[in-house]
């Protein structure tokens, strides 16, 4: 009996992990950031904005160097601008449920030392709701638990836009070129 537990227990655990690495889920190494990004500098109109600082903190991990100028670095990795909106309803009483709908938009461009655009600028975008019943009531904190919710995907999304595959193109393109 206790070895049939033990099995099914490795069995649903092997599937499991076939599951992910089948979907395309794979832990983040170091291979994953083409080599023209591995020293960059980070541009941004707000070095300090939470956007900023854990986009910094994965690339570090990753073994990326960050220079403190631009001209230090092959590449320049540009925060063109980083907005968040939300559609807050007024409060008024309804026998209804009320959703609040919050939207961070994040354009971003990566530059050659010469400034010359090896990728886009592109507008990448991220919408949430919160579905409120009509006993909560809306709180500051509701927004303040999105924003890092969207941030923290943003990351995410700008690490795959920087590791995929037309970003790899268009810098081998860039640097192949003598320009």
Known sequence: MMKLKLFTFFAIGIMLCALLTGCGFHAQTPNDIPLQLRRIYLDSPNPYSPLTVQLRRILTSLNVRFTTTAKGAPVTLRIIDNKMTANIPTIL???NANSYTYTLVTDIEIAKRNGKIIYGPKRLSIS????QN???????????????ELTH??????????????TRHALQKAFSNKS
């Open 153 to 166: 995907t943003m990351v995410t999304l700008i690490y795959n836009h920087i590791t995929s595959l037309k």
């Open 134 to 148: 009509v006993n909560q009531l809306y709180t500051p904190n509701a927004s303040a638990l999105m924003k890092r």
């Open 93 to 95: 009483y309804s026998g």
């Open 128 to 131: 949430r709701s919160l579905l």
